[in-house]
């Protein structure tokens, strides 16, 4: 009953518009007096203290400056054109450029939404020039784009680190390997789409080695970026939320450098920061509190329970988890999925037998899958907004084909769960 009435209340308030961060304060709200005869609505101004004060959480706003950073000052667009110089040969062109730079520009931006906004902004305008199918090249980026959460710096594998109380760095050394694999199954993909259909891929174009070899000093700076921030870690120089910090002088140094900076720059990179910033921190604040109330009411050591006495094997309940992620992917935004559901499931899977690193990443794959499948596939609606024309059903359409390879990922994960455990092995 609880779970029906939490449901109940919790689509109501997403099918009224409301905000998300204000729906899980309202449903926490609800449930404690519906089912716990104490004022558990006192806690909220500790819950919001001790949430936002944590320091590891400074390194969100951090990271999220750095990729404003990377994108005002041009860096992206010079990521991009240098790699369609050297991917330019490959079935999809173009298509393969929006990928590569999207792993790129994912192991310093560290979020989906900057990611796939930003390849976008500089990747549409030469789709169109030369020809592709739109539907393709708009769902290419919005794949592109989940890599930001997976490959590190990742803010999603910070928030799943901090909920769960697991180590980051190992967080980040897991998603690694499978990001880069991820990457190559999305530019396998179209490679073979562009070899059956033809007209999938536009005007050819012809790159000198020339050009190419010029082309390699645009690829620096986002090399140099990811040094300074995962480099640090692994050196022992910093932690997750130093090195963030690092990122961000290295970042303004290379703006510098390209003669980028001026007052608008500035003012750009400080409101884009604190606008999804903000976003960010009231889920985390409103979601801590709800899963306070769902943990004073009982009802995470009920499910724990439930589960347990099911005498299931982990493999059928791990099945259930992730036919659960897949459904609610459907239909709540992905940072909140997290926060909503990590503190119940993670411990049930972690009783079970499986690692938290191999969860964290296996659930990224997941929160991934869910930014490009309707309604609310976030990444679709972005790459949408920068569009600017015909019918986000198109890039619906384009992004299927990459939803099945995130899938394909899964099992790959499952079957071997080396992929994510073998670097961790090299930090303690």
Do not use: H
Not at 10 to 16: A, F, M, Q
Not at 34 to 43: A, C, E, T
Not at 212 to 240: C, H, N
Not at 319 to 324: D, F, P, Y
């Amino acid at each position: 009953m609880i779970i029906a009435i939490t449901l109940a209340i919790l689509l109501t308030l997403l099918v009224l518009s409301v905000p998300v961060s204000a729906a899980l304060i309202v449903l926490g709200l609800s449930i404690g007096e519906i089912f716990s005869g104490f004022p558990l609505y006192r806690v909220l101004g500790e819950i919001t203290w001790s949430a936002s004060t944590d320091f590891l959480l400074l390194s969100i706003p951090l990271f999220v400056m750095l990729g404003e950073i990377l994108l005002r000052a041009g860096i992206a667009k010079r990521t991009y054109n240098a790699l369609n110089k050297w991917l330019s040969w490959l079935p999809g062109g173009l298509l393969q450029a929006n990928i590569g730079t999207s792993a790129l520009f994912a192991a310093t931006s560290g979020s989906s939404v900057a990611t796939a906004a930003t390849i976008t902004t500089v990747a549409l305008p030469q789709g169109r020039r030369y020809n592709y199918s739109e539907k393709l090249f708009a769902g290419s980026i919005a794949a592109g784009g989940t890599l930001g959460i997976l490959i590190p710096p990742s803010i999603n594998l910070i928030v799943y680190g901090f909920l769960t109380n697991t180590s980051i760095p190992r967080l980040f050394l897991a998603g690694i390997v499978p990001g880069v694999l991820l990457a190559i199954l999305f530019m396998l993909c179209i490679a073979v789409a562009c070899l059956i259909k033809p007209e999938l891929s536009g005007d050819k174009q012809n790159t000198s080695w020339k050009e190419r070899l010029e082309s390699l000093k645009d690829l620096i700076p986002v090399l140099l970026i990811f040094l300074v921030v995962i480099g640090s870690i692994y050196a022992g120089l910093a932690t997750p939320t130093e090195s963030a910090a690092l990122g961000v002088l290295a970042s303004l140094g290379l703006a510098f450098y390209y003669r980028t900076v001026s007052v608008s720059f500035f003012k750009q990179v400080f409101e884009g920061t604190m606008r999804t910033s903000s976003m960010i921190m009231l889920i985390l604040i409103s979601a801590n509190f709800l899963n306070f109330i769902l943990d004073s009411i009982g009802l995470a050591e009920m499910l724990s329970d439930f589960v347990i006495n099911l005498g299931t094997s982990p493999i059928y309940t791990l099945m259930v988890v992730i036919g659960l992620y897949v459904v609610l992917g459907f239909f709540i935004e992905t940072l909140s999925l997290m926060v909503i559901t990590v503190p119940i499931v993670a411990p049930i899977l972690v009783n079970l037998g499986y690692d938290p690193i191999w969860f964290g990443i296996l659930l990224i794959l997941l929160i991934e899958m869910a930014l490009i499948t309707p309604p609310v596939g976030l990444n679709l609606y972005v790459v949408q907004g920068v569009r600017r024309s015909g019918s986000i059903s198109d890039v619906m359409i384009g992004a299927a084909p990459f939803v099945f390879m995130i899938g394909v990922m899964i099992v790959l994960m499952i079957i071997f769960p080396e992929i994510s455990l073998y670097c961790t092995q090299f930090v303690n």
